[in-house]
């Protein structure tokens, strides 16, 4: 089955305490992206990557990292989480590199972190 | 800065009625567009895209208009059914740029 996986699904924290949040597609696509999802503002893009080993800036990207070493994995690093990262974290894939093709980007089910 | 947005949060059919919601963008560049649909506890799912020189793209249920002129775009949905209730976005990609810009939502509830 074509799938978006992201680990873990929820995840409590502290202030401070490094944090990786995993991302895996398995339909072979290029593209990928981290979002992160906060009531009234929508979807707002932290880091996208067009193929391995090419990651950018989205809107938001300030307090994460990201790597793409491999072409299935996209993982997102909290290296000092805050309480202003507390939110709900969807990864997202495409086939094509161009976001504004037609390849849909399909949605991982989410991860929903608290920073205490 | 310029985004996508929607002009109402929330909105409420009866089962069996068609749905009407709506987006406006203000970014003229905006070249393609998408309406996603999220269920609760899970992420945004594909329903209907359309490209900036199309002014009506047709699905199964599902209708996208797109009036450049007024920078407004809106999701139809036939004969509004339980299994419609989500969280509906609308997304633009604005030319050059490689991410989409996402509105805040509009939640639709059908009542039976």
């Known amino acids: 089955e074509a799938q978006v996986t992201q680990n873990p699904r929820y995840l409590i924290t502290v202030t401070g305490k490094k944090l990786t949040v995993t991302c895996s597609q398995n339909m072979n696509h290029e593209y990928m992206s981290w979002y992160r999802q906060d009531p009234g503002l929508g979807l707002r893009q932290i880091y996208y990557s067009m193929n391995v080993e090419a990651t950018d800036k989205g809107d938001v990207p300030e307090g994460y990292k990201v790597s793409r070493k491999e072409k299935r994995n996209f993982p997102l690093i909290l290296e000092s989480p805050s309480p202003n990262q507390t939110s709900l974290y969807f990864c997202?894939?495409?086939?094509?590199?161009?976001?504004?093709?037609?390849?849909?980007?399909?949605f991982g089910p989410g991860t929903r972190l608290t920073v205490l | 800065g310029e985004s996508v947005g929607l002009h109402l949060p929330t909105l409420s059919v009866q089962e069996g009625d068609n749905s009407i919601i709506n987006c406006a963008y203000s970014?003229?560049?905006?070249?393609?567009f998408i309406w996603y649909k999220q269920e609760s506890g899970k992420g945004p799912q594909f329903i209907i895209d359309?490209?900036?020189?199309?002014d009506k793209r047709q699905g199964q249920r599902v209708t996208v208009l797109l009036n450049k002129t007024v920078k407004h775009l809106s999701l139809q949905i036939a004969a509004t059914q339980p299994g419609d209730s989500a969280v509906y976005f609308c997304?633009?990609?604005?030319?050059?740029?490689?991410?989409?810009?996402f509105g805040s939502g509009t939640r639709l509830q059908v009542q039976p």
């Open positions: 970014n003229s560049a905006s070249d393609y």
């Open positions: 997304a633009e990609n604005i030319a050059g740029r490689r991410a989409l810009t």
């Open positions: 359309i490209r900036s020189n199309m």
């Open positions: 997202a894939s495409s086939l094509g590199a161009r976001v504004g093709s037609t390849d849909t980007q399909y």
